[in-house]
């Protein structure tokens, strides 16, 4: 308890709404994983397996055609403890009209992406308040929607597959006014990330455009800075034992589970300590103007190709018109690899 006497009660607060969030995805996931096989080999109580395995076939659509959000999880008064601990910021800089659909392309996926998580899946920072008639929801991993108990809490915050067949339902099965949040680089972009670092993956990322074109969907650049200074992360250096301990633990990571692994770490629970929590450093999302996109059934690669161009430099004057209020210095470029 002696951190506790170094820290306010609200800074407390601040700190454990940031340190529940991994535990809380581990323990919803480790509950049914484990639970489920048990209740149905080993117990008496296994009719409990059946029902949940029977109502996860029966609602196996459901996160690819919309999800189930609630307006009451979105605005638990936790997500607020967890803006203010960095403190993350959403801003504006043109008006969304919801007679269109979008796709908000994010960058940079830092290590966990907070930014994209608060002002999209949370209305912490006001979404609805800053843009609306709009409802946004946020592409992640298709898997997590595999696990029962963490499928229902992250769709009930507006959470689906980034997958085409969901991305798609939302935009053109669902009305106008929806937004799909995508954070572009992927799980790959969280190995470039460092701080004052503006490298993310996007030359031969084209697919969020071909969607777009397929759709209709306006393409609107978002970049969040100060995503990438939140964490320090090691890379050691190459032709040691350990950067090759490394490097093969990320290989062997990214093959059995999909996502790379970064050797990272931040704060602990006093500013003062070491650990793997985000240090307490803003991050600020900026959205800007969409970029009109014509509906074209079965676009080629000479209309992708100048859609992704068109986005790249939007995304470019994006970043230049803000950077150095948020933090970069004015010789500072976007790096796109």
């Given at each position: 308890?002696?951190?506790?006497?170094?820290?306010?009660?609200?800074?407390?607060?601040?700190?454990?709404?940031?340190?529940?969030?991994?535990?809380?995805y581990?323990?919803?996931?480790?509950?049914?994983?484990?639970l489920?096989?048990?209740?149905?080999?080993?117990?008496k109580?296994?009719?409990?397996?059946v029902?949940?395995?029977?109502?996860?076939?029966?609602d196996?659509?459901?996160?690819?055609?919309?999800?189930?959000?609630?307006?009451?999880?979105?605005?638990?008064?936790?997500?607020?403890?967890?803006?203010?601990?960095?403190?993350?910021?959403?801003?504006k800089?043109?008006?969304?009209?919801?007679?269109?659909?979008?796709?908000?392309?994010?960058?940079?996926?830092?290590?966990?992406?907070?930014?994209?998580?608060?002002?999209?899946?949370?209305?912490?920072t006001?979404f609805?308040?800053?843009?609306?008639?709009?409802?946004?929801?946020?592409?992640?991993?298709?898997?997590?929607?595999?696990?029962?108990?963490?499928?229902?809490?992250?769709?009930?915050?507006?959470?689906?597959?980034?997958?085409?067949?969901?991305?798609k339902?939302l935009?053109?099965?669902?009305?106008?006014?929806?937004?799909?949040?995508?954070?572009?680089?992927?799980?790959?972009?969280?190995l470039?990330?460092?701080?004052g670092?503006?490298?993310?993956?996007?030359?031969?990322?084209?697919?969020?455009?071909?969607?777009?074109?397929?759709?209709?969907?306006?393409?609107?650049?978002?970049?969040?800075?100060?995503?990438?200074?939140v964490?320090?992360?090691?890379?050691f250096p190459?032709?040691?034992?350990?950067?090759?301990?490394?490097?093969?633990?990320?290989?062997?990571?990214?093959?059995?589970?999909?996502?790379?692994?970064?050797?990272?770490?931040?704060?602990?629970?006093?500013?003062?300590?070491?650990?793997?929590?985000?240090?307490?450093?803003?991050?600020?999302?900026?959205?800007?103007?969409?970029?009109p996109?014509?509906?074209?059934?079965?676009?080629?690669?000479?209309?992708?190709?100048?859609?992704?161009a068109?986005?790249?430099?939007?995304?470019?004057?994006?970043f230049?018109?803000h950077?150095?209020?948020?933090?970069?210095?004015?010789?500072q470029?976007?790096?796109?690899?």
């Amino acid at each position: 308890m002696v951190f506790l006497s170094r820290l306010d009660l609200h800074e407390c607060l601040q700190t454990l709404s940031v340190l529940q969030w991994l535990p809380v995805y581990v323990f919803l996931g480790a509950i049914p994983i484990i639970l489920i096989p048990y209740f149905l080999m080993f117990t008496k109580f296994w009719i409990l397996s059946v029902l949940a395995l029977t109502w996860l076939a029966y609602d196996w659509n459901t996160h690819s055609q919309g999800g189930r959000r609630s307006a009451w999880v979105r605005n638990w008064t936790l997500w607020k403890y967890f803006q203010n601990y960095f403190p993350i910021k959403l801003v504006k800089t043109h008006d969304i009209s919801p007679e269109q659909n979008y796709i908000i392309a994010n960058h940079p996926h830092g290590i966990v992406s907070y930014g994209v998580f608060i002002n999209f899946a949370t209305e912490a920072t006001g979404f609805s308040r800053i843009f609306p008639g709009i409802t946004p929801s946020v592409g992640t991993l298709e898997g997590i929607f595999w696990i029962p108990i963490v499928r229902e809490y992250v769709m009930s915050m507006g959470v689906c597959p980034v997958s085409e067949l969901a991305l798609k339902y939302l935009l053109t099965q669902k009305g106008s006014g929806n937004a799909v949040v995508i954070v572009v680089g992927g799980a790959a972009e969280a190995l470039l990330c460092r701080p004052g670092a503006s490298t993310i993956y996007l030359k031969e990322r084209k697919g969020f455009v071909k969607l777009a074109l397929k759709t209709g969907a306006y393409l609107v650049p978002s970049y969040s800075f100060g995503e990438n200074e939140v964490h320090n992360q090691e890379t050691f250096p190459e032709g040691t034992w350990i950067r090759f301990f490394q490097k093969t633990f990320q290989d062997t990571f990214k093959k059995i589970l999909g996502p790379n692994f970064c050797t990272f770490h931040g704060r602990g629970l006093t500013r003062e300590s070491w650990g793997f929590l985000p240090f307490n450093l803003p991050i600020t999302t900026v959205v800007g103007e969409p970029l009109p996109i014509p509906r074209i059934k079965k676009p080629n690669k000479k209309i992708v190709d100048k859609y992704h161009a068109l986005y790249i430099s939007a995304l470019r004057k994006l970043f230049d018109q803000h950077k150095v209020q948020y933090g970069f210095p004015e010789a500072q470029e976007l790096t796109i690899i």
